[in-house]
């Protein structure tokens, strides 16, 4: 019996799949951004707004990351653009390589932008690189202004906040104040936007904040 | 929850491993977690024990340390022991900081039966 000095990360496979999108995404200039989110923050519907402000500049696409259905795949495919279900089954997050698995679906040449949608869940995905440029996080007025310091992880990976559903402001006790200096404290760079996908409140910040990225990807091919 | 899909993941590291080295069986392994990890350490054994049979780790045993959060702090450069609540500068109280060591997840060693 012996013992054998191994050295490599557990999550070792899901970072070189990670590391195969990247080169990928690299290669047909296609800026990639993670949304992640409690489950209700809002994320799908921030996407339909997204794409009818972006599409007819832009070429779009979405991966949709849920446990079950292909509800959000439907919703967005309404708005005209390719929109791909992945179902985890009973893992609370997605990984690269079912990120890698759906990409043959995409002619990546023809796409200036892939939205990723992860599964609803503010701890799990933080672990899982899946080779995308940025993440963005989402977090909703109604779920208290707490989260940043509860889930520290998640914020501090995360490149944009949108704070979201601000026209509840007035019927929640949501500190925006708060929310933003303890998720900045966690991230200097962070940006912060503060939307309402239904009123339409901030959304052109947050294109605008996203064309330059694109445009940022597009001018590095 | 991810605990299953790592356990899953770890099992495969080292069935690999132990293949590489002719192995028979596999005893322990030792795996590091860092405190920063978003990985319950109870769970990933209760899931490494409930998946190991069946593998070339179907007897082994998980040891697992628990690597400290290290800091540098984006003001006054200081380095040092952080709290996983607060995320701030150990000298100055200064933040942001940035996770130097903590954030591991690793198979460290195998002890293996030849």
């Given at each position: ?43 799908t519907t921030l996407l339909e707004r997204t794409v009818d402000a972006l599409a007819s500049r832009y070429r779009l ?17 309404r708005h005209g653009i390719q929109a791909v279900q992945i179902n985890t089954g009973a893992a609370c997050h997605l ?127 | ?23 028979v069986g596999v005893s322990s392994a030792t795996v590091e977690i860092g405190e920063l990890a978003t990985v319950d ?74």
């Open positions: 019996m012996h013992e054998i000095a191994v050295g490599a990360g557990i999550l070792g496979q899901n970072d070189a799949w990670a590391q195969h999108n990247r080169e990928h995404f690299r290669a047909h200039g296609v800026y990639v951004l993670n949304l992640m989110s409690a489950p209700g923050a809002g994320k696409a979405v991966i949709e990351g849920d446990v079950q259905t292909r509800i959000d795949a439907e919703r967005i495919a990984d690269a390589r079912q990120i890698h698995e759906t990409l043959p679906v995409f002619d990546l040449d023809a796409l200036d932008l892939l939205l990723v949608e992860n599964v609803g869940n503010l701890v799990c995905p933080a672990e899982f690189d899946l080779g995308e440029h940025d993440k963005v996080m989402l977090l909703s007025v109604a779920e208290g202004d707490d989260k940043p310091i509860k889930y520290p992880v998640m914020f501090h990976a995360a490149r944009a906040l949108l704070v979201t559903k601000v026209d509840l402001l007035p019927y929640v006790d949501f500190d925006l104040g708060r929310a933003e200096r303890d998720a900045r404290a966690l991230n200097l760079e962070l940006e912060v936007f503060r939307v309402s996908a239904r009123t339409g409140e901030g959304l052109d910040a947050w294109y605008q904040w996203l064309a330059a990225r694109i445009e940022g990807q597009r001018t590095r091919r | 929850m991810h605990e299953l899909t790592i356990a899953q993941e770890l099992l495969e590291l080292i069935a690999r491993v132990a293949r590489e080295q002719g192995a350490p109870s769970a990933l054994e209760f899931a490494f024990e409930a998946i190991r049979p069946g593998t070339p780790a179907g007897a082994c045993r998980l040891l697992m340390r628990s690597v400290p959060l290290v800091v540098r702090c984006s003001r006054c450069a200081a380095e040092g022991r952080a709290s996983r609540e607060l995320l701030c500068c150990p000298s100055c109280g200064g933040r942001p900081v940035e996770p130097i060591a903590g954030r591991e997840l690793r198979l460290v060693a195998i002890e293996i039966e030849e």
